[in-house]
C-alpha cells in the first residue's frame, strides 16, 4: 500500500499539470495512467500547489458553490487580511492597501497584481 495521498483534478478536467517554483513538475490524472486507480498519488512537494489549483484529494467532494471562489483566491484574501489587520508600514501604502511583495509573503505563493486588486476589491466589499 503506498503513502502517497492520491488527488483528482478539478472537477471538469480530466488532468492538470504543476509546476513547483523549484521546477519540479507531475500531472494530477483523474484515472491513473500507471495502475488504472481512481486519482494520482501526489507527493508530498506538489501538495500545497494541487490543492490551490483546485485539485482535491480522492473520495473528497469539493462545493463548488462556494462564495468565496476557487482555493487560491480564498487564499489570497485571508493574506491580504492578515496584512491589514497587521498594519505595519512597510506592508500597506499610504492609502491602507497591502503591498504586492507583503501579500506574496504572507501568502506563501506567487500573486499577480490582477489577483491582488480582487482579492481586496473582496475586502472591501466583505467590509460594507
Known amino acids: 500500500m503506498s503513502d502517497e495521498l492520491r488527488f483528482n483534478p478539478p472537477t471538469g478536467m480530466n488532468s492538470l499539470s504543476i509546476v513547483t517554483l523549484s521546477s519540479h513538475s507531475m500531472c494530477v490524472h483523474r484515472t ?6 481512481p486519482g494520482t ?9 494541487a490543492i490551490i489549483k483546485g485539485c482535491a484529494p480522492v473520495g473528497v467532494e469539493v ?3 462556494e462564495e468565496e471562489g ?3 483566491s480564498a487564499l489570497i484574501l485571508k493574506a491580504v487580511e492578515a496584512v491589514i489587520e497587521r498594519n505595519d508600514s512597510d506592508e500597506v501604502d499610504a492609502n491602507g492597501r497591502p503591498k504586492l511583495a507583503a501579500v506574496k509573503k504572507e501568502a506563501g505563493f ?3 497584481k490582477v489577483e491582488l486588486d480582487a482579492a481586496f476589491e473582496a ?3 466583505s467590509l460594507a
Open 123 to 125: 475586502f472591501e466589499r
Open 110 to 112: 506567487g500573486v499577480s
Open 41 to 49: 498519488p501526489v507527493p508530498v512537494r506538489f501538495r500545497k500547489e
Open 63 to 65: 462545493d463548488e458553490d
Open 70 to 72: 476557487d482555493n487560491k
Open 32 to 37: 491513473n495512467p500507471v495502475d488504472g486507480l
